[in-house]
């Protein structure tokens, strides 16, 4: 039994030093999903549901309201932060790029999703998402960043 509680303490006290001593701030997952026009990403929680919904989706293009960004983010402090989506469409010949910025809040232990959204003239004038970057900063610091495979 005392083994047992040993084990424990050790495990906590590693989980505690791993969190504090890790990055500022990370991205841990970016999911770019199209919406529908009754806001959905699919039409049941099934995950290879979703995945064939967003395909006949991307397909159709007269289907779609808007695209949605779920950014998963992990950080010490969290105060402060800013996300900022940019993405490049092709309209405009995808020399135009689309930034938004969204500011943190509090997250939890084990981190937290936040959403941003694009609808309406703004989804329509971006015309399909050839590229995107989500970065996380605080103030003019970059802390973190992930990419899709064809941004520059």
């Given at each position: 039994m005392k083994f047992l509680q040993n084990v424990a303490i050790v495990f906590c006290l590693g989980l505690t030093c791993f969190y504090v001593q890790g990055a500022e701030a990370k991205i841990t997952k970016v999911l770019p999903q199209y919406i529908d026009k009754e806001g959905r990403n699919s039409k049941t929680p099934s995950l290879i549901e979703?995945?064939?919904?967003?395909?006949?989706?991307?397909?159709?293009?007269?289907?779609?309201?808007?695209?949605?960004?779920n950014v998963q983010w992990k950080a010490s402090?969290?105060?402060?932060?800013?996300?900022?989506?940019?993405?490049?469409?092709?309209?405009?010949?995808?020399?135009?790029?689309?930034?938004?910025?969204?500011?943190?809040?509090?997250?939890?232990?084990?981190?937290h999703w936040t959403t941003t959204t694009i609808e309406g003239e703004k989804f329509r004038k971006l015309g399909e998402v050839?590229?995107?970057r989500a970065t996380l900063w605080r103030g003019d610091k970059l802390l973190s960043e992930q990419k899709s495979f064809l941004w520059q």
């Open positions: 979703r995945d064939v919904y967003q395909k006949y989706l991307k397909n159709n293009p007269d289907k779609c309201s808007g695209i949605r960004f402090k969290p105060n402060e932060i800013m996300l900022k989506i940019e993405m490049i469409g092709s309209k405009d010949s995808g020399a135009k790029v689309l930034t938004v910025e969204k500011t943190l809040k509090k997250e939890t232990f084990f981190g050839i590229a995107w």
